[in-house]
């Protein structure tokens, strides 16, 4: 049974795509390439025929993740959403204690996290630290090298 999961209607979008994708292409080009390798000859010695299978039972596995995913897949509905309090798809500013750098971070769900365009997922050290808190709270975040305590500083959609 898959977990319900939260996703923008982007998200959710993309997700989609991805599992149209793999299926309608990938799936097509793994057939082929195990149809071409069992030509060559006898498989019990078809490096390429092993390879093609392992690559198929891997695309399958990803198939199958995410049609998981999307089994448990929720829209948010941001309007409902409390502003007071950092939660899924808040942006959230927050200053680090120790060192005085600031940084912001989007909430967002597993499938959407992208570090690089500041898009924390909620269940990352940080996300789950933030999650619940309010502006002015202190969110101590347990990482693999102690305790690191940030200020939130601001909490926005």
Do not use: C
Not at 3 to 26: A, C, F, I, N
Not at 130 to 153: R, T
């Amino acid at each position: 049974m898959s977990k319900v999961s939260y996703y923008t209607p982007e998200g959710l979008k993309k997700l989609r795509g991805e599992l149209k994708q793999l299926k309608d292409v990938e799936r097509v080009k793994a057939s082929k390439a195990i149809a071409e390798a069992r030509d060559k000859g006898d498989l019990s010695e078809n490096a390429e025929y092993d390879a093609a299978k392992e690559a198929q039972g891997m695309l399958e596995m990803r198939i199958a993740k995410l049609e998981d995913a999307l089994a448990g897949a929720r829209i948010i509905d941001e309007s409902q959403l409390d502003n007071s309090k950092a939660l899924v798809l808040s942006k959230v500013k927050i200053k680090n204690q120790t060192n005085g750098m600031e940084m912001n971070y989007t909430l967002v769900a597993d499938g959407e996290a992208d570090l690089a365009s500041g898009k924390i997922s909620v269940n990352s050290p940080i996300g789950k630290g933030l999650l619940g808190k309010s502006v002015g709270d202190v969110a101590e975040i347990q990482v693999p090298n102690g305790v690191i305590k940030f200020d939130i500083i601001e909490i926005s959609r």
